[in-house]
């Protein structure tokens, strides 16, 4: 233990037995962030357990309580004995290939209690925020009736809520979700009692400060919704029950329609950790996109995962296979997929995407291709053009016949599957999301998980998960009637959702207009806002495999713009915030190698900023830019492209235009 570590892990200890109560009945410990910027004061007492967070002197969460009960009478947390505490500190780098960042600094204080009862809660205490989580002992099978996880705020703030959207009649009937909605922002007092909200969800709290709720290593557990029932400061945690009746239904019968439902929310075998619950804490709001929590406290990767390659993608769907200036019918046919496979062919993008409908729709039947078809001259098609194919896949054909699918794909040639329409996450629909990452995996296939809830980690313990939905992405955009104000959640999500992992937004629209312009077109679809808001969406979004949404024929026209999309990496050696606040903006810069990405995102109002570059350091470097045009404002389509030299006080000037962006490459 080198001398830094050794007294940081003094001074915890000794604030820990320092603070323990003279009175028997009570023991309080308090836990500090290596920085000493955060700390949680932990009471047990024979009421039960409480926590609270406070960075500097501000206090963020008041005295929460946590509990889970379990079958047999048995509980953890509640009439706690506690029979023991030890404390960690931890330093270390971790590494990844498929992120943000290439290198990640884990580095926590941690206390662990010890109870009667075969049981522990770990707390551990990051500069950025405090997590902890229920770890079990007992052998045999344990069934989870219910858990407690408790978010006492010290006043009655506003929070960006997503309410599960649509299925109100009941909250039962809200565990059935797509987790794609736009943010309410509201008092959390004024939280309506007819819906849930699923995670993450952030709070604003003094001092321009906010807290952001998420939890991780979700492998074997159902997922955590939040609820308001009296219309407090208080947020409550509320669960899935475990599904006992499961029918085939749905959107072409490919879901998982849970028809009855157990009186407990889980059930486990042998020695568990329970999910993390997190309490993330920003200062400034241009943190909250560079937390890592979710990545940290995530299982690590077992195996080898080298053969991961992330990548971008051309994808058929939302263009709906729309193609121009050819010579044969457009659709879903041989000659279609060899001219998307050109297309990436000729730009060096690594993936197409066959999405819905290469497969018989009306029959579930991975097997069965439609006969306009050939999928293995397809696939040796793209191997001549170094260009693999993935395959979309419903959930329910995918999850009866996984191991066969896989090999069977595998063997063809595939690279991997989109899998889409889970739209739960009840505890055997997470298993499910391990499982098949796990089965993927051992057959070297990449996995896009669709239609389904936030990441928790599945993506760092899994490499070749690499993307996950959970997002009110672009798709939207299609559908008619739509009234999303998607220009502002573009610069909301990144504050919150992105905090939880990587997003399948699937950007890159050609057809973009103004505010006033918008309208929805299903087949040849629009975006809201600049062209060089959608460029930017490529450098701001975490997204490991991300789409090129248009049609081939559309960025053929555009020459400029998709030979810089096809050049942005979509994984980076290192992320920074340059600027940002929610709801209005968002100024992101990614490295990989010697090159440099900035992406800008605005909301609707227009606006000038001054960009500092100095984190180039030495040296002399040019930039290649692409902002928005003079008239960008009435035709989201003007932009302007130029190569710059950057100054050498390293300052840069941009307007952006009403729901506009800037993208750029820097480079010596």
């Known amino acids: 233990m080198d001398r830094i570590k050794k007294s940081i892990w003094i001074t915890l200890l000794l604030s820990v037995t320092a603070s323990v109560a003279p009175a028997l009945a009570q023991k309080s410990f308090v836990l500090s962030s290596p920085d000493q910027s955060l700390h949680s004061e932990i009471q047990v007492s024979d009421t039960g357990i409480r926590y609270n967070v406070k960075h500097a002197n501000d206090l963020m969460l008041d005295f929460s309580r946590i509990y889970m009960t379990l079958d047999n009478g048995r509980k953890f947390g509640v009439n706690p004995k506690l029979t023991g505490t030890v404390t960690n500190t931890v330093d270390r780098i971790l590494t990844s290939d498929v992120y943000k960042k290439k290198e990640v600094r884990d580095h926590f204080n941690e206390l662990i209690l010890k109870f009667k009862g075969n049981y522990q809660i770990v707390f551990r205490a990051y500069n950025e925020g405090i997590a902890y989580r229920f770890i079990s002992s007992l052998k045999g099978e344990l069934i989870v009736e219910n858990e407690l996880a408790e978010f006492n705020f010290p006043a009655d703030n506003k929070a960006y809520i997503p309410y599960v959207r649509d299925h109100l009649a009941t909250l039962e009937s809200q565990f059935s979700s797509s987790f794609e909605n736009v943010y309410a922002y509201e008092n959390i007092s004024q939280w309506d009692r007819s819906r ?7 709070v604003e709290g003094v001092s321009g400060k906010k807290v952001c709720i998420l939890e991780a290593d979700l492998l074997d557990y159902p997922g955590m919704f939040l609820y308001n029932d009296n219309g407090s400061n208080s947020l409550k945690s509320v669960f899935a029950p475990y599904p006992k009746d499961i029918e085939q239904g749905g959107y072409l019968n490919l879901q ?19 999910p993390w619950r997190v309490i993330t804490v920003s200062s400034q709001d241009a943190e909250l996109p560079e937390n890592d929590m979710v990545f940290k406290l995530a299982t690590q990767p077992q195996g080898d995962f080298s053969w991961v390659k992330p990548g971008q993608a051309s994808w058929d769907w939302w263009n709906s296979w ?13 000659e279609t997929y060899k001219y998307y496979i050109d297309f990436a062919s000729k730009y060096n993008i690594p993936y197409v995407i066959l999405d819905d409908g290469w497969s018989p729709q009306s029959e579930a039947d991975l097997f069965k291709v439609v006969p306009q078809l050939d999928i293995p001259l397809l696939v040796e098609y793209g191997k001549q053009r170094n260009v693999r194919l993935i395959l979309w896949a419903g959930y329910y054909p995918f999850e009866r016949d996984m191991e066969a699918v896989c090999k069977h794909y595998s063997d063809m040639g595939i690279a991997g ?31 896009d998980l669709h239609g389904t809830y936030k990441p928790t980690g599945l993506q760092r313990t899994y490499p070749n998960v690499v993307n996950v939905e959970g997002v009110h992405g672009l798709e939207q955009m299609k559908f008619p009637g739509t009234t999303a104000d998607q220009v502002t959640y573009d610069v909301t999500i990144p504050f919150i959702r992105m905090i939880a992992g990587p997003m399948d937004y699937t950007p890159g629209a050609m057809r973009n207009a103004s505010k006033e312009n918008f309208r929805t077109v299903h087949d040849e679809p629009l975006s809201q806002g600049t062209r060089c808001h959608q460029l930017a969406a490529y450098i701001v979004f975490d997204s490991p495999l991300n789409m090129l949404c248009d049609s081939p024929s559309s960025y053929e026209k555009e020459e400029e713009c998709i030979r810089f999309l096809a050049s942005i990496p979509t994984v980076w050696d290192d992320t920074k915030v340059l600027m940002g606040k929610v709801s209005e903006l ?7 190698e010697d090159v440099w990405y900035v992406g800008c995102l605005n909301n609707w109002e227009a606006r000038d900023i001054e960009l500092d570059l100095s984190f180039l350091g030495e040296g002399d470097f040019k930039m290649e830019l692409f902002s928005d045009g003079v008239n960008a404002d009435r035709c989201a389509r003007d932009y302007k492209k130029e190569i710059i030299s950057i100054p050498a006080d390293r300052k840069l000037k941009v307007t952006l235009a009403s729901g506009g962006g800037m993208a750029a490459r820097i480079y010596k």
Do not use: C, W
């Open 256 to 274: 998982g329609i849970v028809k009855t439902r157990e009186p407990y929310i889980a059930k486990v075998k042998g020695a568990t950790s329970f």
């Open 196 to 202: 849930m909200a699923f995670l993450p969800l952030l």
């Open 586 to 592: 968002i100024v992101t810069a990614r490295q990989k």
């Open 322 to 334: 729309n193609l121009f200036g050819v010579d044969f019918k457009a659709g879903i046919n041989n």
């Open 417 to 447: 599957f989109k899998v889409d329409y889970m739209e739960r996450d009840d505890q055997l629909m997470v298993d499910f999301h391990r499982r098949a990452a796990e089965v993927a995996a051992r057959y070297h296939l990449l996995l």
